[in-house]
Nanobody, 116 residues
Framework: EVQLVESGGGFVQPGGSLRLSCAAS????????MSWVRQAPGKGREWVSD????????RYADPVKGRFTISRDNAKNTLYLEMNSLKPEDTAVYHC?????????WGQGTQVTVSS
């Protein structure tokens, strides 16, 4: 059974940082690209970033480019999202997803709230 469990969300002031993690199980993690997507209150899902299976190729949505960094540790079956210079508009539930769009598995998500 595929499981994706996110952690690391929380409440942070504008300009702050958070590091999200996604623990994966039930599939060969090192063989799949992985993605982060987010959903803000009252809005649809928004792609944030993705990374290829080996970690050598990454992509970012324009709103987070230069502030967020995606990475992975295939030995630990874990995906990460380092978020810096956070803005109120980054407030959302952040989900990790298996593969590139369209995703076949999602995690439950972790809430990130950016507010003063």
């Amino acid at each position: 059974e595929v499981q994706l469990v996110e952690s690391g969300g929380g409440f942070v002031q504008p300009g702050g940082s958070l590091r999200l993690s996604c623990a994966a199980s039930g599939f060969t993690f090192s063989s799949y690209a992985m993605s982060w997507v987010r959903q803000a209150p009252g809005k649809g899902r928004e792609w944030v970033s993705d990374i290829n299976s080996g970690g050598s190729s990454t992509r970012y949505a324009d709103p987070v480019k230069g502030r967020f960094t995606i990475s992975r540790d295939n030995a630990k079956n874990t995906l990460y999202l380092e978020m810096n210079s956070l803005k109120p508009e980054d407030t959302a539930v952040y989900h990790c997803a298996k593969g590139y769009y369209p995703y076949d598995y999602w995690g439950q998500g972790t809430q990130v709230t950016v507010s003063s």
